[in-house]
């Protein structure tokens, strides 16, 4: 059996530039330095160290399979080492997505996202990496659904022998910490139930059903479920298969044409479009965003990265980035008023419950008094007249 090459992608907030706009290329320069010499020592294949917003972003390839702890340490190590870089330059939040002190073999958990696969290349392997910034994994629900799963999106879902079997969705329940595997095309509507739901449910994995092979799969730890409080917004990744039995290059990018609304923005606690950018404005600004996604492609030759391409440099994404723009607009407009904030519910791990601590003692019983007995009035003659 030839030997398989596992993808790791593992990000980090370790401070922000300035304020949650940027990562320091200080911070960039660190991470590919450590990251350079595990390569040289034979514990990796290839790396690419890139940025959203103020995410380090570290893509790498080896033989060592899933949450290998040596390359789970080189991970750790570098954000501590690129922490201590932010802490010199006094950048904002130096070590915020890092929630532990003490590394146990793995990072799941610790605050930093991960989302690892592994697989034997086919005689082409193309592998697109999505990572967001200002947004929670929920961002991920409705492109991967109409990548595996719309032949609206996804004509070769219909067309593809290799793809017509469909595609088994792993649903992850953030609240309760339990999966379930889902079918499709026959399971789409129970699919489409769950992942509605992005503030709850969220896709972990995509696996093609002809041959169980791993198609997607996008990282779920949800800082504020980690901490107890709110910490910074997840900042999610997802790493996508691509061509010859997986839907085609075109086929994976073509659902971020749509800006849908994502949690996330400022504080974590709005709703805002998810914008398609290229690499360099991978910068949000305006009310600390909105939510931008960028994808980074490559050609998996022998574990070696060849790239990455920046798709949504394209102009071909200008339209769907004006419109998110106007919606963005639409959405400030609401000021602290939902939709635009996050419901109650969604806001538990915010800032929020600590002004509902402060004001607590100024609630009184609602009252049973006139206004109730108005009210009662009111209704008898609604019902009086409608009967005549």
């Known amino acids: 059996m030839p030997e398989k090459t596992t993808v790791s992608v ?5 401070g922000g530039f300035v304020g949650h706009c940027t990562s320091h290329p200080k911070l ?3 991470a590919k ?3 350079a010499k595990a390569k040289k020592e034979g514990l990796l294949t290839d790396f690419c160290v890139l940025t959203c917003g103020d995410d380090l972003e570290l893509i790498m390839t080896h033989t060592h399979g899933t949450g290998y702890d040596k390359v789970h340490a080189l991970a750790w190590n570098i ?7 932010a802490k010199q330059l ?10 532990s002190d003490a ?3 793995n990072v799941k958990g610790l605050g930093p996202g991960v989302a690892e696969m592994e697989f034997a290349e086919r005689k082409s392997e193309p592998v697109l990496v999505f990572m967001a910034d200002k947004t929670s994994p929920g961002a991920w629900n409705l492109p991967v659904y109409k990548m595996f799963a719309d032949p609206f999106n996804t004509p070769g879902l219909v067309i593809d022998p290799a793809a017509h079997g469909g595609f088994t969705f792993e649903i992850l329940d953030v609240e309760e910490n339990k999966t379930i595997k889902l079918n499709t095309p026959e399971e789409s509507y129970d699919v489409l139930l769950f992942l509605g739901s992005i503030d709850r449910f969220m896709v972990k994995a995509v696996y093609r059903r002809s041959d169980g092979e791993i198609a997607a799969v996008a990282s779920t ?7 107890g409080q709110y910490v910074g917004k997840d900042d999610p990744v997802l790493v996508v298969r691509s061509q010859a039995g997986f839907p085609a290059v075109g086929e994976v990018i073509e659902p971020f044409a749509f800006p849908h609304l994502v949690e996330g923005w400022t504080r974590g606690s709005h709703h805002g479009p998810l914008v398609p950018v290229k690499f360099d404005d991978a910068r949000p600004t305006r009310f600390d965003g909105p939510p931008r996604v960028i994808c980074a492609g490559f050609q998996i030759n022998n574990g070696v990265l060849e790239g990455p391409v920046d798709f949504f440099s394209d102009p071909a994404y200008d339209l769907a980035r004006t419109r998110a723009w106007k919606v963005a607009d639409y959405m ?7 939709p635009h904030r996050l419901s109650l519910d969604a806001m538990e791990y915010t800032t929020l419950p600590k002004v509902m601590e402060k004001l607590k003692g100024r609630f009184v019983s609602g009252s049973n008094g006139s206004h109730s007995k108005t009210v009662k009035t009111a209704a008898a003659k609604t019902t009086t007249a409608t009967k005549r």
């Open 79 to 85: 954000f501590l080492k690129c922490t201590e870089v």
């Open 332 to 338: 400030r407009q609401h000021g602290p008023f939902q």
């Open 28 to 30: 960039v320069e660190k």
């Open 33 to 35: 330095e450590e990251i």
């Open 221 to 227: 730890d949800k800082l504020s479920h980690i901490a």
């Open 103 to 105: 590394f146990s073999g």
């Open 10 to 14: 593992i990000k980090a907030d370790v």
């Open 90 to 99: 006094k950048l904002y939040g130096a070590g915020q997505d890092l929630l």
